[in-house]
């Protein structure tokens, strides 16, 4: 399974970004994906994520640091889950991670996921 991040930037505060993350190699029939991020020094966090079972129903989750300001979801055709992020703040500048959990595990805890990309860099600046 490969997990590719993309969509990272440079950006003002109050400005917004929009990251992907396409999802390929072998296929599963229920995962969730997760977003996370790393900031110098800081140890990775969870920000949002949205469970992938191939119906219409989902379920999305954030952390209460971005709830309001980041939306997650899915293109199921295109394999592809998105992160679109507004109101940007100085304290979103992170590496984002995309990652895919698949085993029984809390959604907010790195250690749940077990394949992960290669993240992008989100700088935002005042």
């Known amino acids: 399974v490969q997990l590719q991040a993309s969509g990272g930037g440079l950006v003002q505060a109050g400005g917004s970004l929009n990251l992907s993350c396409v999802v390929s190699?072998?296929?599963?029939?229920?995962?969730?994906i997760g977003w996370f991020r790393q900031a110098p020094g800081k140890e990775r966090e969870f920000v949002a994520a949205i469970n992938w079972s191939g119906g219409s129903t989902y379920s999305t989750y954030y952390a209460d640091s971005v709830k309001g300001r980041f939306t997650i979801s899915r293109d199921n055709a295109k394999n592809t889950v998105y992160l679109q992020m507004i109101s940007l703040k100085r304290e979103d500048t992170a590496v984002y991670y995309c990652?895919?959990?698949?085993?029984?595990?809390?959604?907010?805890?790195?250690?749940?996921?077990?394949?992960w990309g290669q993240g992008t860099l989100v700088t935002v600046s005042s």
């Open positions: 990652a895919l959990k698949l085993d029984s595990g809390s959604y907010y805890v790195v250690g749940s996921y077990r394949y």
């Open positions: 190699g072998r296929t599963f029939s229920r995962y969730i």
